[in-house]
């Protein structure tokens, strides 16, 4: 199953939360420039991240 994580960056504050619900450390990664990347090829596809941001910010497909 391919996934592709999809971050809003007008509406993502940074604050991190979905990087710490991840089950898996190595998907979600705080840039240098405060925003949030996901590799894509590691996702599982389980949609926490997407249930728990408060800003609605991730989408997965
Ligand atoms: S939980 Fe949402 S607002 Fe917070 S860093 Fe993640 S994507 Fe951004
Ligand atoms: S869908 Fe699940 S595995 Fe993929 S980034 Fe979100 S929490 Fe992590």
């Known amino acids: 199953m391919y996934v592709k994580v999809r971050i809003d960056e007008e509406k993502c504050t940074g604050c991190k939360i979905c990087i710490f619900a991840c089950p898996d ?31 609605d910010a991730l989408t997965i497909s």
């Open 25 to 55: 450390p190595n998907v979600l990664s705080y840039t240098e420039d405060k925003k949030i990347s996901a590799d894509d090829n590691r996702c599982k596809g389980c949609g926490l991240c997407v249930s728990i941001c408060p800003k």
